[in-house]
């Protein structure tokens, strides 16, 4: 059996669906995760509008691609 790799990529869609934020950032993560299955590797987060409380999420992570809009 493999080890369980840490994730090193992240990628983390940021918006709020709630509050009159369309939300883009959080909508494409959600559509990605359901079309594409992604190695232990890369872990994607639904970041919403959590600001510095997303900050253990990056640390330590070789690339991050954010996404807002």
């Known amino acids: ?3 369980i ?3 090193t990529i992240t990628i983390m ?5 709630l ?5 883009v950032g959080v ?3 959600n559509a990605f995760q359901e079309r ?3 190695p232990d590797t890369v872990e994607i ?3 919403g509008a959590a600001g510095l409380d997303l900050l253990p999420f ?3 992570r070789e690339k991050l691609l954010m996404i807002d809009a």
């Open 27 to 29: 909508h494409t993560v």
């Open 45 to 47: 987060i639904d970041g």
């Open 19 to 23: 509050m009159m934020d369309e939300g």
């Open 13 to 17: 869609g940021l918006g709020n669906i």
């Open 58 to 60: 990056i640390d330590g």
């Open 1 to 3: 059996m493999y080890p």
């Open 5 to 7: 790799k840490e994730p």
């Open 36 to 38: 594409y299955t992604v």
